[in-house]
């Protein structure tokens, strides 16, 4: 099996996995009412299913999203940091080596009025 698709489908199992425990703390917890609503009704298990599928859709591409933006390296790019290494955004923020000061020209102070008294 090819290593991208092994890694797609790794991480879209995860993101179905928190999807389907999401909606079983949603229903057993009655949030909002969602489980009376799904007990009640007649197509109960469909809409369970529903209710998974497409929030594992969702939570799939975050998983899959947030492990490629922080793996620290593009997927054809062997000569940047390798996992758990610092990459180009944490470089970019670091502070430069060198400070040199700024000179700037203060303003002028501000009239003052005699109190009254």
Known sequence: MPNLFRFL???ALI???AAAFFV???ALAD???FGTVIARSDSGPLAIGL???FLG?????????MVIMLSGRFPDDDEGPKRGG???LAEWFAPPAARSPI???APAPRPTRPLRG
């Not at 859709?57 to 999203?65: A, E, H, M, P, R």
């Open 9 to 11: 489908a790794r991480n």
């Open 15 to 17: 993101g179905f996995s």
């Open 24 to 26: 079983a703390v949603l």
């Open 31 to 33: 949030i909002g009412g």
């Open 51 to 53: 209710v998974v599928y």
């Open 57 to 65: 859709l969702t939570f799939s591409s975050v998983q899959i999203g």
């Open 86 to 88: 610092r990459g180009r």
């Open 103 to 105: 000179m700037a020209a």
